[in-house]
DNA sequence: ATCTACCTGTAATAAGCGAC
DNA sequence: GTCGCTTATTACAGGTAGAT
């Protein structure tokens, strides 16, 4: 019989979402190829692996014993890539992981900075996706961990997290702006005026639809990045978000604190953390990134 | 450089299922 | 029965890596 690793985790993959569409999409594979990596590996077998009669599509009885063997030895290839890594110490690896938009703009560069002060040889690349693809690259293994919004994967127990410090998020106008220099301003008031946002917070919907009583609202303004948003803020009249943190706000756009929206109400926090896969272990790499995302989240106000 | 085997994606098709 | 949807399978073609 031959052992293809890849097989055993699009075989894994099968077992844990039961359905081809899910698995293939999983590990980023046409449903088409996945369907005939799971026939190979039967090929490989010699038999069904899958009861393709069950809805569920259960494991065969063979099904259940190559899965328990496939679980051991991915995560034994795994956890020998790390030791390797370990062996052959940090300086020559490659780090690759994923942030969301907001990390990405403020504490990744600067973790990546320290890091690399650290750990000059080692390569990292990193790249910016939608909590969804991230989920789905960090599932395919194209990454290591992601930092970026931790709730959708909180209570996953394919994931785990490790959260940094909630940070308050708030609206945000340009100085000479008519809202500035106002302190507090009504909801009505900073509706009357063109709404921008990026992509995160992601609870930021929630709050626009309270605000405006409109379960469709959408923003006038949608940017793909902070920079992107502050440079439209600073040239309009449009109502910008800011965290008070790196996407370069702060100074000099002003904040506003809008009467209709408490203190302390949870979707006005950021939820911030970094998420990888549950049994697998981390590369010395990554721990090592981590430690610097992690120690610069604590020190930074 | 060429051949070969293998892997993958696209498109087409079949089967199952629920709603009408 | 039929229509629409989802899911699984198959045929075909293209790309790539390894062997010669």
Redesign the pocket.
Known sequence: MHI?L?QLRHFIALAEHR????AADAVC?????F??????LEHSAGCRLVD?AS?E?NPTKQGLIVLEHARRLVSGAHKLANEIALFNGLEAGELRFGAGPAPAAWLVPRAIAAFNGRYPKARVAFQVEHWQVLGKRLQGEDFEFFVADTRHFEANPEYRTLRLKPRKWHFCCRPGHPLAGRGTVSAAELLSYPIATNLSPPNLRKVLVDLSGRPDFRPDIECENGHGLNAVVLASNAIGIASGLGQGVGEPLVALTVAELPEDLEELHTRYGIVYRAGYSLSPLAEAMIGELQRIDEETV
């Open positions: 293809d890849r359905s081809f569409v899910a594979l046409s449903q088409s190829a369907s005939r990596s799971i026939q190979a393709r809805k599509l």
